[in-house]
């Protein structure tokens, strides 16, 4: 089994699933068997936390496509995983209450989803609604049970801090990697002190840490990220390649992959970050539930570190809005 942590008072897998490339994002969607499989191999190998969004669907024209496919395939264990989902919310919806329009996005994604609750409800973005406001909400939400944590997504302190004195977070979901670390300056720290969990997305910079990105790569044309990832410009992708060598370099000595080394670097440096790197490829996604068991010497640990610091990222991406 893989090891676990804590985010607040939730105990999940060391490295959670990210789910949106079965629905978006990554270009052509695989059939929904394919990925309901995927995310059942996934549970049956260790991983208890599986990520997911209302919005994520093809093109992002629609809603839902993703929590249904996540709900089916996780429906018969559903006591035994831990399921994040997302909304967004706009000043328009709130002229009844900013709980009701809450509530009412959680029933929906509860009846795709095929459950009686959330175990992490996250505000996608936080848009135009006081930020206050969603947090007095989530905390009816759960004093009702029906969800147990919630969270934010791509915030900084400022903001974190505002919903923290009105509801406790269990939370943060921002963009972090090893050429996205803009999130150590003051918001793991922040995070860390108030027992609030962190949870990265594109822990693996869109495919870049993996090392199989190269300069003539070429990314799928409808409804792929990838093509405006600023990381992976040609020439961003030059410039990053010293990150890529030394990935390569560890990975060889450690019988792993660049990719998991990416992971296991983080997962070495925070007790309260959990990765969820998303894949819909049943190998990669089983791939990055194994850096849970590459361990750093903390020799090996610092030498990143300080290559990191000393080296030059091109393609900065930033969690700010």
């Known amino acids: 089994m893989m090891k676990t942590r804590n985010l607040g ?11 949106m490339a079965f629905s978006h994002g990554y270009g052509k969607i695989p059939p929904e068997e394919y990925s309901v499989q995927a995310i059942q191999n996934a549970y049956r190998h260790g991983c208890t936390f599986f990520d997911t969004a209302e919005i994520y669907s093809p093109g992002l024209t629609g809603i839902g496509h993703n929590e249904r496919i996540v709900g089916k395939a996780l429906k018969e264990v559903r006591e035994k995983v831990v399921l994040g989902t997302k909304l967004f919310l706009d000043r328009s919806e709130v002229r009844g209450g900013v709980y009701l329009a809450i509530r009412q996005h959680l029933e929906d994604s509860m009846a795709r989803l095929q459950t009686d609750w959330v175990d992490l409800y996250y505000l996608h973005r936080t848009g135009n609604v006081p930020v206050e406001e969603v947090a007095e909400a989530m905390g009816r939400l759960i004093d009702e049970g029906l969800i147990r944590g919630w969270g934010l997504s791509q915030v900084d302190v400022e903001v974190i801090d505002r919903a923290q004195q009105v509801t406790p977070l269990t939370a943060i979901q921002n963009i972090y990697s090893m050429v996205e670390r803009d999130m150590e300056t003051r918001v793991i720290p922040y995070c860390l002190e108030h027992h609030i969990g962190v949870v990265p997305f594109s822990p693996i910079a869109s495919g870049l840490l993996s090392g199989r990105i190269t300069p003539d790569t070429q990314f799928e044309k409808n409804d792929d990220v990838r093509n405006w990832v600023p990381q992976l410009s040609r020439r961003n992708i030059i410039g990053n390649q010293p990150i890529i060598d030394l990935l390569k370099e560890y990975a060889e000595k ?15 440096k925070y007790p309260h970050v959990v990765p969820i790197p998303g894949s ?6 089983i791939e990055n539930l194994d850096a849970s068991q590459v361990a750093l010497t903390e020799e090996e640990f610092r030498a990143l570190e300080d290559f990191l610091d000393r080296c030059k990222v091109y393609g900065h991406r930033g969690f700010a809005r």
Not at 260 to 266: R, T, V
């Open 9 to 19: 008072s939730l105990t999940v897998s060391e490295v959670g699933m990210g789910c």
């Open 254 to 268: 450690k019988n792993a992959t660049p990719a998991q080394i990416s992971l296991a670097w983080m997962l070495h």
């Open 280 to 285: 819909k490829n049943r190998e990669r996604i």
